[in-house]
């Protein structure tokens, strides 16, 4: 089954039954853990990605929520055929297994740089993750909110204004509403690899 979502609708809910994977055709999506009226961003998962892998071996529900944060389009897919083609075609569950390991890289990536990094690396680490990984470029225009922002980095959308605030009088950015602008590229790469 083809869906399409628009900027804020709901993918998955944390905790309802899954009966299909959700295949990421095109667009961006967060997924976050929600715990009384607050959230933790999970990751940012563009076209390639599956939704729901975590529950294949274990309970069918989903673990956790997921939001579109672009114009989305996505595949789902019954579960128990996912289950069949990974027992019946090694090279599709080859090919599973490896994206679940960047799945995991990435979690202890995160976890890493949450616990010990300081907020300016944690901010550079977002920017160039960003730039690398999603837009593909230096400068791009940016659909996370500031409170994603904020809370990508485990911090308050105060402490981002400040960052970027005090970012862009240093030259390191030039960040206007959603528009970013990476200018300093090696001094970003220092504050994303300086630790404590």
Do not use: W
Request: proline share 1%; glycine share 6%.
């Amino acid at each position: 089954t083809e869906l399409k979502y628009h900027k804020g609708e709901s993918l998955c809910k944390q905790g309802s039954f899954i009966s299909n994977t959700i295949f990421i055709k095109k667009g961006l999506v967060k997924t976050f853990l929600e715990s009384d009226h607050q959230q933790i961003i999970l990751s940012l998962m563009q076209s390639g990605n599956f939704l729901g892998l975590s529950s294949l071996k274990n309970e069918d529900i989903f673990h956790y929520s997921a939001e579109a944060l672009t114009e989305v389009e996505v595949c789902q897919v019954n579960m128990q055929v996912i289950r069949t083609l990974l027992v019946e075609n090694t090279e599709f569950a080859g090919r599973m297994l490896e994206m679940s390991g960047k799945e995991t890289v990435s979690a202890y990536n995160r976890i890493y740089s949450l616990t010990q990094k300081q907020l300016p690396g944690r901010f550079s680490e977002l920017l160039l993750t960003l730039s690398s990984k999603i837009y593909l470029s230096t400068s791009y225009e940016n659909c996370l909110t500031r409170k994603d922002m904020a809370d990508l980095i485990q911090s308050s959308p105060e402490s981002v204004s400040r960052l970027i605030k005090d970012f862009n009088e240093n030259g390191i950015t030039n960040i206007q509403g959603h528009q970013i602008e990476l200018l300093d590229i090696n001094k970003l790469t220092e504050l994303k690899n300086t630790l404590g």
